[in-house]
């Protein structure tokens, strides 16, 4: 029955999240293999009508996904407490997309992925177990729907982790190394399909070097390096590869991308003075990640150490890393800026002054929902309390030999350099009369990092 109703996008879907709740409370939350193996498809078939069916040609989801959804749905009626007497009942329909039940089954409204609450089982929570817990199960996510610098960075770890160098490919940045090296749970050399596909480019390469008729030059002919596979055919060339990602992974993938690929909405009968509300269901959820994903404290007078992220957290920091900053606008390697400069300008020396300069890019707008959410960001990683806690303790002297310690969570710290990247490409390139306001927001993201 379950199956049924989320294999078709006709069900409403509030009522569709009331019964995936029903089956997480109790059929999941009891246990047992038959309960994970129907989990394992149920998975599959809530993801398409989340955000929707995904396009083979453009890698964009299309319309039909409650995400793309303009108009508010309905939602079930529920039994509110009544003054009325004679065993009269008062039905009520709350506003609050708090109380939606699409962003009660997705969301993690009274949670931190590091508390210690014991309440109901959440959806989110039962990604992250099973896959810590069936290691094994994996979801094929398509490859060329990754922004073409992550496609880059992933190609070149591969290349590295066969013991070479591909040519005229950048290091891949930290973040990359960190989150498709070590996060992922599929490993690198694993990742068979991207194996073939890499070989399949390296073929192609080969095949569009000129003809050299001179058997004295003829180059000598490579073997496979250690650990490619082999590449029989052409379809394998050609193919659309996926790469293999566990639940959480794959969710948490599709949610943060979904801003870069959704669909566009036509809907003039909508007012254009509202939110689309499936925006708004997006901007709620990603509202409770954060809070969820992204540890802080409460400040306590003295510091008493950071709350260290967990692997599912920095999974979530990360992939917005990758997809949002790096995947967007990610600038050229100070080291190719400078060679720029040098070719413009002659002899230069690197500093500060220099900055704004060297901010080479192929400029793309970010999305207003994808600045909003950024703003969000911002404002959760520099509210931890142990960070005040921490400056007030290095002001006193209490840090004994470390005057210059820097004062930041390890949350901050991953998100310093894209941030700092993010800001400096948006006052580059970005327009002062642009009506999604994104030089402003980047503009106001900085002094809120800045704010003391």
């Known amino acids: 029955m379950l199956e049924e109703t989320l294999s078709s996008a006709n069900h409403p879907p509030a009522e569709v999240a009331q019964m995936l709740m029903n089956y997480v409370n109790v059929e999941l939350a009891a246990g047992g293999a038959s309960a994970e193996a129907r989990f394992f498809q149920l998975f599959s078939l809530l993801c398409k009508r989340v955000f929707g069916e995904m396009s083979s040609t453009d890698h964009k989801h299309l319309t039909g996904g409650w995400l793309s959804r303009s108009m508010k749905w309905d939602r079930p009626r529920v039994l509110a407490q009544s003054s009325l007497g004679g065993g009269q009942r008062k039905y009520t329909q709350t506003a609050s997309i708090q109380s939606d039940p699409v962003v009660k089954l997705l969301g993690v409204a009274t949670k931190s992925v590091s508390s210690k609450d014991k309440g109901p089982l959440t959806l989110i929570e039962a990604f992250a177990k099973e896959a810590e817990h069936r290691p094994n199960v994996r979801y094929q996510f398509s490859f060329l729907g990754l922004p073409k610098h992550m496609q880059d960075e992933w190609l070149a770890l591969l290349q590295i982790a066969l ?20 996060l992922f749970r599929v490993k690198i050399l694993d990742q068979k399909q991207l194996l073939l596909y890499q070989q399949g480019k390296v073929q192609k390469k080969d095949q569009r070097r000129p003809l050299q008729l001179n058997p004295i030059y003829s180059p000598t002919p ?25 639940m959480l992974e794959y969710y948490l993938v599709m949610f943060i991308r979904y801003p870069l690929a959704a669909p566009e909405i036509k809907n003039t009968s909508y007012p254009s003075r509202n939110e689309l509300y499936g925006n708004s269901v997006y901007f709620e959820l990603f509202q409770e990640y954060v809070k969820y994903y992204i ?8 510091f008493n150490g950071f709350v260290i992220p967990q692997r599912q957290s920095e999974i979530f920091v990360r992939t917005m890393i ?40 192929n400029y793309k707008p970010l999305s207003d929902q994808i600045i909003r959410c950024i703003h969000k960001v911002v404002n959760r990683v520099v509210s931890d309390g142990a960070i005040a806690d921490l400056v007030k303790d290095v002001s006193q002297g209490y840090k004994g030999s470390e005057p210059d310690i820097l004062c930041m969570s390890p949350i901050m710290a991953i998100f310093q350099q894209p941030i700092y990247n993010h800001i400096r490409t948006v006052f580059r390139y970005a327009s002062l009369h642009n009506k999604s306001n994104v030089f402003y927001s980047a503009f106001n993201d900085w002094l809120v990092w800045l704010e003391p």
């Open 322 to 361: 990758a997809l949002w900053f790096e995947g967007q606008n990610q600038p050229a390697p100070t080291d190719e800026a400078m060679q720029v400069l040098r070719d413009r300008r002659g002899s230069i020396s690197f500093d500060l002054n220099v900055s704004f300069d060297l901010v080479f890019t």
């Open 222 to 246: 490579k073997s496979p390096a250690p650990g490619m596979m082999q590449c029989p055919t052409k379809k394998n060339h050609d193919a659309n590869p996926d790469v293999l990602l566990s």
């Open 163 to 182: 013991g070479g160098a591909a040519p005229n490919i950048r290091q891949p940045s930290e973040n990359s190394t960190r989150l498709m090296g070590s």
């Open 295 to 302: 540890p802080t404290r409460v400040p306590q007078g003295a």
